[in-house]
């Protein structure tokens, strides 16, 4: 019977994660079980290469269409075979997850999420539901404050532990990122280009100041997008996210005008390479990332010319933010996320 510490059950081997798991791995021992690939999140073909640490994929398929069945015969082998001392259950949204907190001791339960308040059913049957659910567990670890608002609406009395991310990027070691900077400023967002990313608003804002906007990524929505931007909007397709470093230090602000995002990984990229950051207040991250360290702005979607506002903003204000964003401790933001997770076993 395999022996660790901590045994985590998450979707899919995203680079964030593996990096992450890497770093806990080096303190304590872990067997992590990627349940499969998925649609929503870019995996490198190489992924298997990169990790240091025990774990198993139930299956190469996208989870999207995974057999139930045969995840949750899987997951149970896994438990039989395992003396842990706590498992991790990644979210509440993978069917197999919410029928094993009931075969396995509450005690040992926990369950880390992304999701923020913002996106989250709290209320209804659904919000009975995670109720039930949350009686099964003792420990949560919300990413940060909005993560930590569901907990707080489902009135769970049980332990938090607030991870203050969602896992560790790739930084390349550039020297010097404070050393380019445009003027007038240049503008980027990085993303997929889908309905909930809010681009059609962003295009028709920058198509109406005439600012330089850099648009990477792509979508089902990307022609659609093209056909109604002016010259003064590039759009440069798919970037490999080892190559994004050279676009983000050729350019001075970040934007992401959400409807929905329930962390923001790609805020925190753009912070590492000195770029204050424009988000609409559906982003995640927002007071660990933005708000409290003082590293741009945050808009409200409601408000009428919310997204022209945070830029004149951001233009009156860029030094002071620009300062907040170079000031940012991303080495030590990275251990404390370490610390979350080994704070478990004390």
């Known amino acids: 019977m395999k022996k660790v510490d901590l045994l985590i059950i998450n979707n899919c081997p995203s680079f964030y994660k593996i990096n992450l798991y890497n770093e806990i791995s080096k303190n304590c021992r872990i067997h992590v079980v990627f349940v499969g690939l998925s649609k929503q999140v870019v995996i490198d073909d190489k992924f298997q290469e990169q990790i240091g640490f025990s774990f ?33 259950y990644g979210g509440f949204d993978l069917f197999e997850l919410k029928l094993l907190l009931f075969l396995t001791n509450p005690k040992k339960n926990c369950i880390q999420v992304e999701s923020s308040i ?12 995670k109720r039930i659910l949350l009686t099964r567990i003792s420990t949560v670890l919300p990413s940060g404050k909005l993560q930590a608002d569901i907990f707080r609406s489902l009135n769970f009395k049980g332990r938090y532990i607030y991870t203050n991310g969602v896992g560790i990027f790739n930084k390349q070691n550039i020297q010097n990122r404070s050393a380019i900077k445009n003027e007038p400023l240049k503008y980027i967002y990085v993303g997929r280009l889908i309905d909930k990313k809010n681009i059609v608003n962003l295009i028709e804002t920058f198509n109406k100041n005439g600012r330089n906007l850099t648009i990477v990524g792509n979508g089902n929505k990307e022609v659609e997008l093209k056909a109604i931007a002016k010259t003064n909007i590039k759009f440069m397709g798919f970037v490999p996210n080892a190559d994004l470093w050279k676009i983000y230090t ?32 559906a982003v995640g991250c927002q007071y660990e990332m933005v708000i409290n360290p003082k590293t741009g702005v945050v808009y409200r979607l409601d408000e009428i010319n919310g997204l022209d506002k945070a830029i004149n903003d951001i233009e009156q204000n860029y030094l002071s933010y620009y ?24």
């Not at 075979?81 to 706590?86: G, I, M």
């Not at 913002?118 to 539901?129: C, D, L, T």
């Not at 170079?326 to 704070?343: G, M, N, P, S, T």
């Open 323 to 346: 300062k907040n964003v170079l000031a940012y401790d991303f080495e030590q933001r990275d251990k404390e996320q370490v610390a979350a997770y080994l704070k478990i076993l004390k």
């Open 250 to 281: 050729n350019h001075d602000v970040f934007v992401l005008p959400s409807f929905s995002e329930p962390w923001g990984l790609v805020v925190e990229e753009a912070l590492f390479y000195g770029l204050p950051v424009i988000i609409s207040d």
């Open 56 to 88: 198993s994929l139930i299956t190469q398929n996208f989870i999207e269409k995974r057999n139930r069945f045969a995840v949750l015969l899987h997951l149970l082998d896994v438990l039989f075979k395992t003396n842990y001392n706590f498992i991790i």
């Open 118 to 129: 913002i996106e989250s059913r709290v209320k209804g049957i659904i919000g009975f539901i």
